[in-house]
């Protein structure tokens, strides 16, 4: 049996680098939504993504190209073209032909992450994404990192934190956490009583999921030790995700012991995302699925994803 999905690629703001990924005169080549892009930062600071071909003969601006100011030189005949995708210079030319344009997408940067605005219709932003206050306080460490590649839809990544039962059954926890969940417009809300192991422990705390569309989500557990962890899955094509977990540790008394609350938590929430994804690539989608009163909110979630569809 084929796998089949449903929906398009969701809409809505995604990750496509961390902000210390990229320095001021930088371009990078990027991958997602199955289309080939380039990232620079200009000299102004701001960062920028354009579509990676010159609509002049077709070159790929991300191999042999140069940020120039605050635009980026094609590398093929030296044509500049600015952060809205504007051709601003040729320089063998008098005049600038008026389709000598390149899509220019919607750019946010906030709490170290650089998140592109992606709709299949092109059009504008329709909601922010928030700062993340962690990012920000001295009383938080910086983001310890993950990431990994699915192959799977986001929608299929995001159900999981609202399935509770397969927590019992994959992850092996002693229970089935209690789950709750509730929608704000393009914020998706959850809360779940959580039983985490720690090495030879098992201990409990809360955890509190506040999902910005399918692109980024941030879970807070609080009891074992207060973490913050984002979440920003970047569909790379129709078949494939790019997974970023980026944890932030309220800090202990000691770094040394804050460092390895941080390792051992981010080991646990890897091995949990290692163990589902097996499940993720050979597993289809019902849009129909035969659920019973134990599955956890997971019909409200689909109800409010389909905004972004």
């Known amino acids: ?16 680098a961390y902000s210390d990924e990229l320095a001021v005169g930088q371009l990078e080549r990027l991958s997602y939504f199955g289309t080939e892009l380039i ?31 605050n635009a980026v030189r094609c590398p093929f005949h030296a044509w500049e073209y600015d952060g809205s995708g504007c051709c601003t210079r040729i320089p063998y030319a008098k005049r600038i032909p008026v389709n000598a344009r390149v899509r220019s997408w919607p750019v946010d940067e906030k709490s170290g992450l650089i998140l592109v605005y992606f709709h299949k219709d092109h059009a504008d932003p329709q909601f922010e994404i928030p700062e993340i206050p962690e990012y920000h306080s001295a009383e938080w460490t910086d983001y310890f990192r993950k990431e990994f590649t699915v192959r799977s839809r986001n929608q299929e990544l995001a159900e999981n934190a609202v399935d509770p039962a397969h927590f019992k059954y994959v992850h092996r926890t002693a229970e089935v956490p209690k789950a709750e969940a509730w929608t704000e417009d393009h914020v998706f809300r959850a809360k779940l009583d959580y039983p985490i192991v720690m090495g030879d422990d098992v201990q ?5 999921i506040s999902a910005y569309g399918f692109g980024v989500g941030v879970s807070r557990f609080r009891g074992i ?24 540790i309220k800090k202990l008394d000691s770094e040394e012991a804050t460092q ?6 981010v080991e646990e929430i890897s091995r949990q995302f290692s163990e589902d994804m097996p499940i993720w690539e050979n597993k289809t989608f019902w849009s129909r699925p035969v659920l019973c ?17």
């Open 39 to 69: 990232l620079f930062r200009g000299q102004d600071g701001r960062a920028r993504v354009l579509d990676a071909y010159c609509p002049h003969l077709g070159a790929h601006i991300g191999y042999g190209g140069q940020v120039v100011g």
């Open 204 to 208: 409990y705390g809360k955890v509190d």
């Open 225 to 248: 030790v207060d973490t913050t962890v984002v979440i920003g899955g970047t569909p790379i094509d129709d078949d494939h995700v790019h997974q970023r977990m980026s944890f932030s």
């Open 293 to 309: 009163d134990g599955d956890g909110p997971i019909a409200t979630l689909r109800k409010w994803g389909g905004q972004f569809h």
């Open 1 to 16: 049996m084929q796998r089949e999905f449903s929906f398009p690629l969701p809409n809505g703001w995604f990750q496509v």
């Open 260 to 265: 390895g609350v941080g390792r051992a938590f």
